[in-house]
């Protein structure tokens, strides 16, 4: 697989690369973390140490190399199941990581991204409310209409005792589709490969923020960016195969100026070591799934009550994030408790 690049600095960086993700506007993929002890910042696979330019673009049109964390995922759009609501940049929405577990391919998001669909504004308050990939001007609903009425294809757990923040549904004849026309993979977990988890300083999350959409009026109508954002932040507790959740932490010198809403259900890569070099695809272990971000949002959520992760002290320096670890014998137990 060609390596793809994304990278990270002390300041907020942002690659040319000017894909579409979906059939919405052209937008560059958002990179932001901190500095590593060395002078140079460390580099990801997508754009250049040097010139933080994308490397991984070929001159042919429309042979472009995306990253993987654009490949492994999509935006989950919250809406109708027949858009009577509409769909532009207010409709919210969050991130689907698509794994691969025993042959099928699986979308997977957050339990409370789920819970969402039940507590939309008033005026964007769907029907058949639904979790949706755009494909085109199309949409691929995960929900349908069967024997029993409306229902939705992403199951949560029923009884983990874990309480794990995770959904997830089978992608069936859809994958075939998100591969061929999106350029889509899924994190193979019958093939996955353990980091050296004492080497593991840094990791990069990965998800499309809620708060940063535009519309863009082109020849075709009105499309709607939606920003990839990779956050690279220190690891800030336990962390490895014996740990079910873990917490990323970092301070940047400046602002950033974003907001965290939308990661949920993205995901977050190992990177093995600290020292400046270039990072491939095939040194970014897949460990885990996003399930908190802040700052999430220009206006707090119930679970910034909690004083221990609220943005009391939380500034807009700080990159903060909290991920259930993905391990094959965790996503085993995430399907058995979600009835597949």
């Not at 391919?105 to 979790?131: G, N």
């Not at 100026?257 to 995901?267: A, I, K, M, R, T």
């Not at 695809?281 to 959520?301: N, R």
């Not at 009391?312 to 320096?317: E, F, P, R």
């Amino acid at each position: 697989m060609p390596a793809s690049k994304v990278g990270f600095s002390a300041q907020l960086r942002r690659s040319l690369r000017s894909r579409a993700t979906t059939a919405h506007a052209p937008e560059s993929d958002l990179c932001l973390g901190p500095r590593t002890r060395h002078s140079d910042p460390i580099s990801l696979a997508g754009i250049s140490k040097q010139t933080l330019m994308p490397t991984s673009r070929s001159s042919i049109p429309g042979t472009e190399v995306e990253s993987l964390p654009r490949r492994n995922t999509d935006p989950a759009w919250l809406q109708d199941h027949f858009v009577a609501t509409g769909h532009d940049e207010t409709t919210p929405s969050a991130t689907f990581t698509f794994i691969r577990r025993r042959g099928a391919v699986y979308a997977v998001t957050c339990r409370h991204v789920v819970d969402a669909l039940a507590h939309l504004p008033a005026d964007r308050r769907p029907h058949f409310p639904t979790l949706a990939i755009q494909l085109g001007r199309s949409f691929l609903n995960l929900s349908g209409f069967g024997p029993q009425g409306f229902h939705h294809a992403l199951r949560c757990p029923s009884a983990d005792p874990d309480g794990a923040d995770i959904a997830i549904a089978p992608l069936d004849n859809y994958w075939e589709l998100l591969a061929s026309r999106k350029n889509k993979i899924a994190i193979d977990l019958d093939n996955w490969h353990e980091p050296d988890w004492s080497h593991v300083r840094y990791c990069a999350a990965a998800g499309y923020l809620n708060e940063h959409k535009r519309t863009f009026s082109t020849g075709d109508g009105d499309k709607i960016a939606n920003q990839l954002a990779v956050v690279v932040a220190e690891v800030s507790s336990a962390i490895g195969r014996s740990e079910r959740r873990f917490t990323l932490s970092s301070q940047l010198s400046q602002p950033h100026g974003y907001y965290f809403s939308g990661l949920s259900g993205g995901p977050v890569y190992a990177i093995e070591g600290d020292q400046q070099r270039e990072v491939p695809d095939g040194e970014l272990f897949p460990i885990g799934i996003i399930f908190e971000g802040f700052p999430a949002g220009q206006q707090p959520s119930k679970t910034e009550i909690d004083p221990l992760r609220s943005s009391s002290y939380l500034t807009g320096h700080d990159l903060f994030l909290r991920a259930l670890t993905l391990a094959p014998e965790f996503f085993d137990e995430w399907l058995q408790h979600c009835g597949f």
